[in-house]
């Protein structure tokens, strides 16, 4: 990794999850928000991988276009409805997220 991939990494850690303090006052409490953290930083990290190295068109990668916060606004849209069946289905995305997760090439079924 170079420096500015780093740099980027920690400023998602601050801005894109908000963490930039934890206010817990019980180490079990601690431990568990820094794992949540440590998850989300690994996701978060692995959308900037896809968006880095995946084609738009042929000269520009997706991140000219996105961002990785453009990426999770998205996917926040993306419901999973559950019916009294015990079935689960998943509500209809819109056509721009389901354009991004195609070129993403990221299955949600």
């Known amino acids: ?3 500015d991939e780093i740099e980027q ?3 998602h850690f601050k801005n894109t999850i908000d963490a930039a303090c934890s206010h817990m006052q019980r180490e079990e409490s601690l431990e568990g928000w820094m794992f ?3 998850i989300s930083m690994q ?3 692995r959308l900037f991988r896809i968006l880095k190295t995946t084609p738009m068109n042929k000269k520009q990668m997706l991140i000219h276009k996105y961002s990785i916060n453009d990426a999770i606004e998205h996917m926040k849209s993306i419901k999973q409805i559950r019916f009294a069946s015990g079935e689960f289905v998943f509500s209809e995305m819109n056509k721009s ?5 195609n070129q993403m090439k990221i299955s949600i079924t």
């Open 97 to 101: 997220t389901k354009i991004l997760l």
């Open 36 to 38: 949540i953290n440590h």
């Open 1 to 3: 990794k170079n420096r």
């Open 9 to 11: 990494y920690f400023d």
């Open 43 to 45: 996701v978060i990290y």
